[in-house]
């Protein structure tokens, strides 16, 4: 485990998400037309939204639009559509799965505005963005918005349709402010909430021409109570088999009353295959053995993904499909309430397609497995994210990843004062959150979780028991989502003075620092 940092993407044939065109354009139907959206705004940037809607007569296949950026703004990342860029004028076609329009049906496509600018001089297959008519009339405003189900991270929500006189093309559901998804019927469901946790909605219906209704009436939900058994494995020290003479599961369990383990690492194994450490098989061997063992004591784990050494999956699979059924076959190998992505190694973490691959893997991850929840550990500065760090946060709200945790690993600075280090980068962690997704301190902390280095770490800073005790507590008090270290296996005496894989260097009982984070 070590720490890193980076930037943006450059633009410059990229490849985009749900809509687009591949090729030369079709004729232009007279009913499609294109209308741009800012779906989420921060300082020096947004998250900009083309929906694409064909009124027919008849189905087309395949769609481009293009457009100018002013100066000053650039396109940086885009999903659902092939981009390409000369000078500040954009092109962007559909992809090889979004091609084909019903009539009557829409397609999205978005990417990420670096500067203020919004597009101008829209064509969507060659004709202008608007269509042919100019239409000033937005839809009527929805009625009836009700709740329909809540989960302890999710409202359902349901209401009446509107009505416009050209047609209405979609719903953006608001939570507070905040447009939290964009829907094409009349019922949504809004994730990624905090338990027993108050939150406001509205909706908005669009047309075709841009035009937007007034909201609805606003509806209050409360998220249901969390699990409480420890259910999200909050505090879940990393437990490695393949290295530093790991110690018996259960034995740890009596010692400490630690409920949760962090289980290191899943790697590739023959391209995009999952394995323990890239070499031990999946199920039958001795990991399987082991999450047994803990779970017949009353325990459960958290799979870890990644690590600083060995053979990615992010790297190895080619797509966001592949990676999310390479994730996929883990849980259902084990059925996991949670998964850890450990992304360290500059070839994930410094890589901006491996971030985005990842992010939208685990945005299907989430989608498949309702209640999963998906953690993100990532090195830091001790001033928190760096430039990589900050990067990855902004494309997860921009592709809606619903991550639910993410958690620094606040060690191997150099030389650090470990306590005063971690809360200065784990409170910069907590602000980037809430400048990106608009959230509420507590909120904010929630989301955020550190994974500390037990006794002395790889640059002989040392993190003593009470130095752990001090940040628990702090972790606690503030509501952090998560609390871990690396490794039990080094949580020991025996050592003093020494960097090892089998005892953490400094003078302790063996399985304090688990029995302290088992506290959390």
């Not at 027919?56 to 860029?85: C, H, M, Q, R, Y």
């Not at 709200?397 to 619903?402: D, V």
């Not at 602000?431 to 280095?453: P, Q, R, T």
Request: aromatic share 8%.
């Amino acid at each position: 485990m070590k720490p890193r940092l980076g930037a943006l993407l450059a633009a410059s044939a990229l490849a985009i998400g749900s809509l687009a065109l591949t090729g030369p354009a079709a004729t232009a139907a007279a009913g499609v037309t294109a209308t741009f959206a800012k779906a989420q705004e921060w300082g020096g940037g947004y998250e900009g939204k083309y929906t694409i809607t064909n009124g027919g007569p008849g189905a087309v296949t395949s769609w481009k639009i293009e457009f100018d950026l002013p100066a000053g703004t650039t396109l940086g990342a885009f999903w659902d559509a092939l981009v390409t860029k000369n000078g500040n004028h954009y092109v962007a076609t559909n992809r090889e799965y979004n091609g084909s329009i019903a009539a009557g049906a829409t397609r999205t496509f978005g990417f990420v505005g670096s500067g203020a600018g919004e597009p101008a001089n829209c064509t969507v297959n060659g004709n202008a963005c608007g269509g042919g008519g100019n239409d000033p009339t937005p839809p009527t405003a929805p009625s009836g918005l009700s709740v329909t189900d809540t989960t302890s991270n999710s409202v359902s929500l349901a209401w009446t349709a509107s009505t416009d006189n050209v047609g209405v093309t979609g719903y953006d559901v608001y939570q507070g402010a905040t447009v939290a998804t964009t829907v094409t019927g009349t019922t949504a469901t809004v994730s990624g909430l905090n338990p027993a946790t108050e939150y406001q909605f509205s909706v908005r219906a669009k047309d075709a021409a841009g035009n937007t209704s007034d909201p609805s009436g606003q509806i209050t939900a409360t998220t249901k109570p969390g699990d409480q058994n420890p259910g999200s494995g909050r505090g879940a020290p990393y437990l490695f088999l393949g290295w530093g003479n790991p110690p018996a599961p259960q034995t740890v369990m009596k010692a400490t009353g630690v409920k949760w383990f962090t289980m290191a690492f899943v790697l590739a194994q023959g391209g995009c295959n999952p394995s323990w450490d890239g070499q031990r098989p999946l199920t039958g061997g001795i990991d399987a053995n082991a999450i047994n063992q803990i779970r017949a004591a009353g325990g459960d784990v958290v799979p870890s993904f990644g690590g600083w050494s060995g053979n990615k999956l992010g790297p190895n699979c080619s797509t966001p499909q592949a990676l999310a059924g390479a994730y996929q076959k883990v849980i259902d190998a084990f059925k996991l309430k949670a998964i850890d992505i450990d992304i360290e190694n500059t070839d994930e973490f410094e890589n901006a397609t491996v971030q985005d691959r990842i992010l939208e893997a685990l945005k299907i991850v989430k989608q498949s497995n309702p209640g999963i929840q998906t953690i993100v550990t990532i090195p830091t500065t001790k001033t928190g994210p760096n430039s990589w760090g900050n990067r990855l946060i902004e494309r997860s709200q921009a592709i809606g990843a619903n991550i639910d945790v993410f958690t620094l690993m606040p060690f191997d600075f150099g030389s650090s004062d470990i306590k005063t280090d971690t809360i200065n980068a784990t409170t910069a962690l907590k602000n980037k959150l809430k400048a990106v997704f608009g959230w509420s301190d507590a909120v904010a902390f929630n989301h955020s979780g550190i994974s500390g280095m037990n006794g002395l770490s790889d640059q002989r800073e040392t993190t003593t028991t009470a130095t752990w005790t001090q940040l628990r507590d702090w972790s606690k008090s503030n509501g952090l989502g998560r609390f871990s270290f690396w490794a039990v296996n080094r949580d020991r005496g025996g050592c003093d003075g020494q960097v090892s894989s089998n005892c953490s260097g400094i003078p302790q009982s063996d399985w304090e620092f688990t029995r302290i984070t088992a506290g959390f």
